[in-house]
T-cell receptor, first 114, second 113 residues
Framework: DSGVTQTPKHLITATGQRVTLRCSPR?????VYWYQQSLDQGLQFLIQ???????AKGNILERFSAQQFPDLHSELNLSSLELGDSALYFC?????????????FGPGTRLTVL | GEDVEQSLFLSVREGDSSVINCTYT??????LYWYKQEPGAGLQLLTY?????DMKQDQRLTVLLNKKDKHLSLRIADTQTGDSAIYFC?????????????FGQGTTLQVKP
């Protein structure tokens, strides 16, 4: 158990809908990261937050947004869902969000868009 | 640009050593990681190495880094059936205060009894 929690574990929804994925970092970690794992794209970095502020952005679609709250938990919002958004979404956390930090991953949320 | 490559599949017999290989392209100082993913599970950190090191050993795991060739390997000694999983090599990328990971495609390790 990495100490990173993600809810829900599974999510099934329809095209065009909007969903919210939630992540709680390890105790003491200030930075959270979101990654998407799909069969065709592999594991891709989406976005990073540090202490409530966006710090780095990767291959995140405009239909997707995220935020980190004062209690340090983070939410990833996916809207206007398409079939291709079906994937495993991972959250990771680290102490300071620095290049040298080790990232610990949560169990993931499996999103299925029908 | 940043890219990490791995072979896709490796099959070994129980008790043999497994060697999983990875190449990366970032030429700056970096941190390199090995993660393990079992079916239906998340990513478990196995070990990591800084780019100024050549080798790191942690129980049955040995990481070797050839900086000149940008080649990283993970050796698992006395491989067990419980080691069957997908192994991901990852490189940290970005500036000093950002830490996104660039992952390889993953190597599926099959351990035959």
């Amino acid at each position: 158990d990495s100490g990173v929690t993600q809810t829900p574990k599974h999510l099934i929804t329809a095209t065009g809908q909007r969903v919210t994925l939630r992540c709680s970092p390890r105790s003491g970690d200030l930075s959270v990261y979101w990654y998407q794992q799909s069969l065709d794209q592999g594991l891709q970095f989406l976005i990073q937050y540090y202490n409530g502020e966006e710090r780095a952005k990767g291959n995140i679609l405009e239909r997707f947004s995220a935020q980190q709250f004062p209690d340090l938990h983070s939410e990833l919002n996916l809207s206007s869902l398409e079939l291709g958004d079906s994937a495993l979404y991972f959250c990771a956390s680290s102490v300071q969000g620095a290049l040298s930090d080790t990232q610990y991953f949560g169990p993931g949320t499996r999103l299925t868009v029908l | 640009g940043e890219d990490v490559e791995q072979s896709l599949f490796l099959s070994v017999r129980e008790g043999d050593s497994s060697v999983i290989n990875c190449t990366y392209t970032d030429s700056s100082s970096t941190y390199l990681y090995w993660y393990k993913q079992e079916p239906g599970a998340g990513l478990q950190l196995l070990t990591y190495i800084f780019s100024n090191m050549d080798m790191k050993q942690d129980q049955r795991l040995t990481v070797l880094l050839n900086k000149k060739d940008k080649h990283l390997s993970l050796r698992i000694a006395d491989t067990q059936t419980g080691d069957s999983a997908i192994y991901f090599c990852a490189e940290s990328a970005g500036s000093s205060n950002t830490g996104k990971l660039i992952f390889g495609q993953g190597t599926t390790l099959q351990v035959k009894p």
